[in-house]
């Protein structure tokens, strides 16, 4: 028996054809064929039971036997705020586990000691889908450009705001403590900074613009491993 296989199809509904680059995998790699089954996704918070109708070397068509709608396994809403590492694999390894621990949303922050100043969402987004997939996420988690640190302190992030940075003569609260105290519905955005931190005027215009102040723990942590923590403290709390 053929293990079910998954497929991102963001249009699953309005199509009867898988894209291009899954329709090559399922039928090139996975050598799927008329009546195999197979499951879609629209990164919306459907599964769509499918069958195979058609394949060719090019082209993977299917009929939907059952839409299954699917519960979020987190409440709230997870909004990680990043100052990407000048090793963009580092940051490609932390956007595969976030996915595959939880999040909603990923932007890139462009800071005062940022190393990396340009990204390229369309690799990552591949690696999101990818990372979606296997861990059987029915919610495609959404990336952002890279933005600059004040444009993205200057727009309104609902519910809780965080930044997290070493300063200790800023005060700081322990960034798990705060959550647990939150209810479980609430929105939350963590900002991490670059691997030389935000500098401490950001940490206080960050601040003064309604963010608090918090740290992740007694140690010190790399840029990507902050990032997962933080995510990882918000799914806890939830």
Request: charged share 15%.
């Given at each position: 028996m053929k293990e079910t296989r998954y497929f991102y199809v963001p249009d699953a509904v309005q199509v009867n054809e898988l894209p291009a680059e899954e329709a090559s995998h399922a039928v090139r790699v996975l050598r799927l064929d008329v009546g195999d089954e197979m499951m879609l996704m629209d990164g919306q918070g459907c599964f769509y039971r499918a069958a195979v109708t058609m394949a060719s070397n090019h082209h993977c068509m299917y009929a939907i036997q059952e839409t299954l709608p699917q519960q979020r396994p987190w409440q709230g809403h997870i909004h990680l705020a990043i100052a990407p590492t000048k090793l963009i694999d580092r940051m490609e390894w932390m956007i595969e586990k976030a996915v595959e621990i939880g999040v909603d949303e990923i932007s890139f922050l462009d800071c005062q000691f940022s190393e990396r100043r340009v990204v390229k969402t369309a690799r990552l987004d591949k690696i999101v889908v990818s990372a979606m997939k296997q861990s059987r996420k029915a919610w495609k988690t959404e990336l952002h450009e890279m933005v600059s640190f004040k444009d993205f302190i200057n727009v309104h992030q609902d519910g809780a705001r965080y930044i997290a940075h070493c300063y200790e003569e800023v005060e700081r609260s322990f960034l798990f403590e705060d959550l647990r105290h939150l209810?479980?519905?609430?929105?939350?955005?963590?900002?991490?900074?670059?691997?030389?931190?935000?500098?401490?005027?950001?940490?206080?215009?960050?601040?003064?613009?309604?963010?608090?102040?918090?740290?992740?723990?007694s140690s010190r942590l790399r840029t990507e491993t902050a990032g997962l923590s933080a995510i990882m403290m918000a799914q806890l709390s939830k």
């Open positions: 209810p479980a519905t609430e929105s939350v955005t963590v900002m991490i900074g670059p691997e030389g931190d935000f500098s401490i005027d950001e940490v206080h215009e960050a601040v003064a613009h309604g963010f608090h102040s918090v740290h992740l723990g």
